[in-house]
């Protein structure tokens, strides 16, 4: 869409109307979608009116016993319906640049299409560390490459495969975790599997692996979906944490370089030391001494949860210095989390050659 607004030409107004920040936001909330990977298979609430540090409330009933076999004239037992509910809690998200009116009238680039990509691109980002913050250190099922039974246990030999793909199945049927059903025709159901690049290699040219293009049936494809094997889809995607050595590195904000110890594991996301970026937001995690981990996640249905109470705008904070400079940001209200913890399962295996 074409966006207005901030020209470089003097004779031309460069004040952002209301009209022009509605659009900008809904072209941010459009573009981030591609790559909000986590987000479109999640269960959404939205309630306007919420502040930060409100919490939105999703609904979880209770299971039920079994059926009693009924007689002729007697009446039938009656159980209370119980439910449980998971309160996610909502914050202020945002991101903000400052923007000079030199460099706007100078320009030979439509700065503020420019500047609607990024928003939405840090507003993608932003989402997906906020999955794997609630998702990495919060699930409590692990399965380790061919059922080792811990991380230091884990051989060059446990890398991706359709026989770990098995387990993993096996082992979210066994505890009756619910697939998610197609939108399209509400029967075919699978679970959703998100995994890094390098990770998906070794199943690829596996002759039960289909390709999402080659789908004999229509389906709604999620965003950078890879395929599937068994009863699982991929979706692709580098927003992945991957555990490894961090070698010699300058500390975030600054300071002398630092080398930790051989089985300190840092998380890495999108080649960003995460652990180091923003202290405690994926702690340090130990590992064998040239181990790198890549970690994986399996959903079922209901697994994930957005509560949102004002989604992604562009904000202009005005004018300042003398008219020489602008400041513009994305901002929202809004908490991810997990719906039912055990319907997840996380699966570490060692990088493939």
């Known amino acids: 869409m074409a966006l207005t607004g901030i020209t470089a030409s003097p004779n031309v107004s460069s004040v952002l109307t209301d009209v022009d920040l509605t659009a900008h936001s809904k072209e941010i909330i459009f573009q981030a979608q591609p790559e909000m990977f986590f987000e479109q298979i999640a269960e959404t609430r939205t309630e306007l009116g919420k502040q930060p540090g409100q919490t939105i409330r999703f609904l979880k009933m209770n299971d039920l016993a079994e059926g009693d076999e009924l007689v002729e004239g007697t009446r039938m037992a009656v159980d209370d319906l119980t439910t449980g509910h998971v309160d996610l809690t909502i914050v202020e998200w945002g991101k903000g640049v400052a923007l000079t009116e030199y460099l706007l009238r100078t320009s030979a680039y439509d700065l503020l299409s420019g500047l609607v990509k990024l928003f ?38 446990d890398v991706l495969s359709t026989d770990i793909l098995k387990s993993i199945t096996e082992d979210m049927a066994i505890r009756k975790v619910p697939k998610r059903t197609s939108p399209v025709n509400g029967i075919s159901s699978a679970y959703i599997g998100f995994i890094h690049p ?11 692996f289909i390709a999402a293009k ?3 049936a229509p389906e709604d494809l999620f965003f950078n979906e890879l395929g599937a094997y068994d009863d699982i889809r991929f979706v692709q995607t ?30 890495f996301i999108d ?21 790198v981990i890549y970690q994986s996640v399996f959903v079922g249905d209901r697994g994930l949860a957005v509560a949102e109470a004002l989604q992604a705008e562009m904000r202009h904070n005005g004018i300042i210095d003398f008219e020489r400079e602008r400041e513009m940001a994305w901002y929202a209200i809004r908490g991810v989390g997990l719906l039912n913890d ?10 493939s050659s």
């Open 342 to 351: 055990d319907r997840l399962l996380i699966l570490e295996t060692l990088r």
């Open 198 to 208: 390098h990770t998906s290699r070794q199943i690829k040219g596996d002759s039960d």
């Open 271 to 291: 080649n960003v030391n995460m652990t180091d970026r923003k202290p405690l937001m994926f702690p340090a995690q130990t590992i064998v001494a040239g181990q």
């Open 214 to 216: 080659h789908y004999g």
């Open 120 to 157: 939405a691109d840090n507003y993608a980002r932003t989402s997906n560390l906020a999955f794997c913050r609630r998702i990495f250190q919060s699930v409590p099922s692990v399965l380790y490459g061919h059922e080792r039974a811990d991380r230091a246990s884990l051989t060059n030999a």
């Open 238 to 267: 580098t927003a992945i944490p991957i555990i490894k050595h961090p070698g010699t590195y300058v500390p975030f904000g600054g300071g002398a370089p630092v080398t930790p110890a051989a089985t300190v594991g840092h998380v």
